[in-house]
């Protein structure tokens, strides 16, 4: 089993209260045009029902509703087949969920997270490092704000990469699949990586198949895809394409 984090609350909720708080915005603003079409009541039900949608959708994520948050960010621990012995680096850390996950089942281990951070998700540095001292893993791990889309760091400089649910994020490239060979580039020839992100989304990886077979074209050593989406313990309502029912996971050796 992965060991967890404790303080899980201090870990944020990848849905954002924007995307509850903008529906519930709009569906007032129809509610009041009503007075002067009943129309209106239609763009007023749709609004809430999204309001409603994500609300379901941040509580299932939440430890006190379903944990999915935290299992989904385990799977990646759990796939990541690593000694524990040289540096980590987690690409898109968010609030260090994963990161310190990592340093906390490998003692002998240095993590680094980096982030762009200033997304809807609210999530900062200072979080990070709060959440890493609070685990008493602050004196192994750091974090800086970079873009997975160029990563700071020289070729082959990690014994591990992970990264979960951020490639899809990235918008300062629209190639998604030049970010795994990023974060590809700053792992060492023999270390191990683990991916989890919307792999199913055509336009951005093309079928799994084809996504793999550019990897191994890129003289990976090993490189399996796994199918994340079908896990038993998420929910049919997070199943939709934008949420988990497109996830997958790729992870090797390079
Ligand atoms: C769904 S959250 C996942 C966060 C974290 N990996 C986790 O498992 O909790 C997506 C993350 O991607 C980050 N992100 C978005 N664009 C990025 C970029 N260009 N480079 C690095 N991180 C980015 C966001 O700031 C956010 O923290």
Redo the contacts with the bound molecule.
Sequence with gaps: MTETVTNVSA?GN?VSPRLILVPVFLAVISAVLIVISPYFLIPTGVFLLIAGYFLYARHLFSPTGGNI?EQV?SVVMEKLDWDGQGRAL??????G??TIQIAKKYPNAKVAG??????M?G?SEGACQRNASQEDVADRVTFQK????SLPFGDEEFDAVV????FH????TSNKVSLIKEALRVLKKGGTFTFQDLFHIRHFYGTPEDLLTTIKSWGVREVEFVDTRALPFIPTALKLPFMLGTVGLMTGVK
């Design positions: 870990y990848w948050q960010c987690d690409i898109g850390c968010g609030s969920a994963l980096i982030d762009y951070w200033g997304g998700w999530y970079a873009s997975a889309s990264s979960n649910l951020v994020e990235v918008k300062d």
